[in-house]
C-alpha cells in the first residue's frame, strides 16, 4: 500500500477518505480541507478526527463553558486556570495544589475493570504534568439500578478497577460517591479525580517553545489499545446493544505508571523540561499538537522512532493509539543526556522523537517522507464551534408540577420508623463500606479524614499540619427537575461538605455529565447547569479551575439524569483541627443549624417511598450557604464543635443516623416546635447542618450563632446505644446497623 505522504494527498485531491467513519461531519471534513488547500493525508485525518471529537475539541459545550471565565470570582489563590492539564491553586506556606475531575464512563461501561483503572491513571498524569506529586485520589460514580443484573457486572469490575490502580501507585482514595438510578444503567458514569502537592516554583505548564529543543516521548511503549478510545468512543450515542464503536478500551499498567511518576518527579527536581505533556485521550495527536500549539508553533516529529509494543502499527494508529503511561517532554539539548540518565535509572523508556523548530507548522515524517504538515493550532485549539440548538423541554412543566410534597405521608409513628429503616437500607443511603474498603484509604499516612466523612482530607506539611480537604458532589435527580438549581445544590453541597470537615473553601473542579447535545432538551439541561454553576461559583467567590464534559451518555433516545459533579477544594491551616462526623461523646448537645422547610422534591424519600421524582428541588441560598460555612470553619478552629455533618440526601434522619454508626453513640431527639416530625427527619431544604457541641462550649456556639444571624436550633442530646425521636418512636443502634450496612454486601459480595 502506497504511503499517504502530503506530496501524495497534493497531487491526488479526489481520493475517497473514510472522514465519516472516523466521526467527522461532512462540513467539518470540508473545514480540513479548507485550512490545507488540499486533502489531508491518512495521518492527518486521524489527527483531525480525534481532536476534533466532542471529547477532546468540547465542540457543543465550550459556547457555554465560556461562563466559567466570564463569571470568574477575583480569587488571590488562583496560580492556574483553565486551559492547563489541570488548575493550581495556592493553599499558603509557599504550597501550590493542583486538582481536577475527569470522565472515564464510556470505557468502563465496555470494560469495568480497565476503563475504571485507567481513568484513575490518566488523571493522575494530568496532575503529574503539572509539576505536582500525586497525593490522592476521589472517585464519584453513578450506576443503573442496584437489583439488575448488568450493575452487578460493572460495579464490581469498576470497584476493583479503581482499587487495583491506585492502590499500586500509593495513592490514598479518599472521597467520591456511589449513587444508583435507572436512568445510568446503559451509561454509568465513572468519574475520577486528583489531588496534587509542589512549591509554587515547581508548576510546570504544556508548551513546546525553543527552537532545537528535543521532544522525547517516555514511558510505556506505544500499543494498538485505545486506538480512538475516548476520543471517539465518548463522542457518540450507545445505541440498545451497546455501543455502535468498539475501539479497544485502554490497557493500563499501574506498576509503570508508579515509575513513571518517580522519574518524572526526579526531573523535575532537576529542572530538566521546558514543556511537558501527558498522553492521554487522542495520544500522541493530542500531545504534540497541543505542545506546540501553546508554545512558539513548530515541531517536526519523527514518527517511526516511537518505541512500539505492536510492529504492525500504521502510521495513523500509533498517532490515535491511547496506550497508557505514556508522557511526552520539551527538554534542551545540553539536558538531554541527563534526562535519559533518569529514565534508565528508573527502568523507563526514553526516545527523542523530534525537536521544536522555528515555524509554525507540525510536520510528522515516517522513514523519511513527510505525512503530516499542519498549523497545531487547528488541531489542538481552532477545532469546531458548534451554537447547537436548545430548548426547554416540553415535558418539564409537567415533572415539575407533579408535587412530591403532595405524596401519601406515614400516618401513624410506627409507620414514619418503617420509612426511616426504608430509607438508611435503600441503596443509595446504605453504607458503601463494602466499596471503599477495597481502596486504601490510608496509604502514605497523611489522610486524616476519608470515606464515609463529608470530605476527604489530607495533611500536606508535616511540621505544620498543612491541610487540603476535597469533596465531590452531585445529585442528578435535583437537576432534572431544575438543572440550574441543580448544579447549584451540587456546588452547595460540595462546598458545604469541606466547610463541616473545618477546610475553608477554595475553588472547584467539574465533571458536566449529560446526554445526546443533538438533542435541544439535553442541550438546554446544559447550558442551564453551566450558567448555575458560574452564577453560584460568582456568588461564592470559588473559581472554576477546569474539568471535564462528557456527553452522548444516552442510550438510544434514553438520555442519563443531567449529572454536574462538582469537586471542591479546600484548606485548613491545622488537620489536627478538623472536625468528623461521628458522635462519639454521650453528653454532646446536638444544634441543628440552618431552616428546614417542607422540601421533598427529588429527595430520598420520594424515591424511596415512593419510587416518585417530581417537584421542586430544594431552594439555594448562597449567602446562607457561606454564612452556614464561616460558622462551621470558625467552630472547628476554635474548639466549639467536636462533630459536624451536613445535611443532604435523606435529611436529618440520615444525617444523625451516619453520625451516630460512626462513633457508635446513640441520640434523643426532640422536633423543633412548630415542625412537624415528617418534614423534620426527610426535609433536604439545602444551607443546613448538625453540629454536635461540646456542653461547655454551648454558651460561645450560640452566641456565634445569633451574633452572625444563623439558625440555631437544639434539636437532642447524644445519649444512650439507641437514635428515639421523642413522642414518636425509638430504633437500637443494631437495628439501624443492620439495615444500613448489610444492604450493599447483600447485592454484590
Known sequence: MTLDTVKHADETPGVEQPWSELGLKEDEYARIREILGRRPTGAELAMYSVMWSEHCSYKSSKVHLAQFSEKKPQSDAMLVGIGENAGVVDVGQGYAVTFKVESHNHPSYIEPYQGAATGVGGIVRDILAMGARPVAVVDPLRFGAADHPDTKRVLPGVVAGIGGYGNCLGLP?????????????????VNAGCIGVMKHEDIHLAKASGPGNKVILYGARTGGDGIGGVSVLASETFDSTGPAKRPAVQVGDPFQEKLLIECTLEIFKEDLVAGIQDLGGAGLSCATSELASAGSGGMRVELD?????????SPEEILMSESQERMCAIVEPDKVD????ICEKWDVIATVIGEVTEGERLEIFWHGEQIVDVPPRSVAHEGPTYHRPYARPEWQDALQADDANKLPRPATSAELREQVLALVGSPNQAAKSWITDQYDRFVQGNTVLAQPEDAGMIRIDEASNLGVAMATDGNGRYAKLDPYTGAQLALAESYRNVAASGAKPLAI?????????????VM??????????????????????GGNVSLYNQTGETAIHPTPVVAVLGVIDDVNRRTPIAFAEEGQL?????????????SAWSQVVHNH?????????????????????????????DAAHDLSDGGV????????????????LVVPEGLDPFVFLFSESAGRAIVAVPRSEELRFTDMCGARGLPATRIGVVDGEEIEVQGEFSIPLSELRTAHEETIPGLFA
Open 524 to 545: 438546554w439541561q446544559f447550558a442551564e447547569a453551566c450558567r448555575g454553576l458560574a452564577d453560584g461559583c460568582l456568588e461564592l467567590g470559588t473559581p472554576v479551575t
Open 509 to 521: 473542579s467539574d465533571c458536566l455529565n449529560f446526554g445526546s447535545p443533538e438533542d435541544p432538551a
Open 590 to 602: 446536638l444544634y441543628l443549624l440552618g431552616d428546614t422547610h417542607e422540601e421533598l422534591g427529588g
Open 653 to 668: 434522619i440520615q444525617a444523625v443516623t451516619e453520625s451516630c454508626l460512626r462513633g457508635g453513640k446513640g441520640a434523643r
Open 338 to 341: 541527563r534526562f535519559m540518565e
Open 173 to 189: 482514595n479518599i472521597g467520591g460517591e456511589v449513587v444508583f438510578d435507572e436512568c445510568y444503567q446503559g451509561n454509568p458514569l
Open 613 to 641: 421524582l417530581g417537584g421542586l428541588p430544594p431552594k439555594v441560598d448562597l449567602g446562607r450557604e457561606k454564612l452556614l460555612a464561616d460558622i462551621l470553619i470558625s467552630a472547628s478552629r476554635d474548639g466549639m464543635a
Open 305 to 313: 522512532t516511537v518505541p512500539l509494543r505492536d510492529a504492525t502499527l
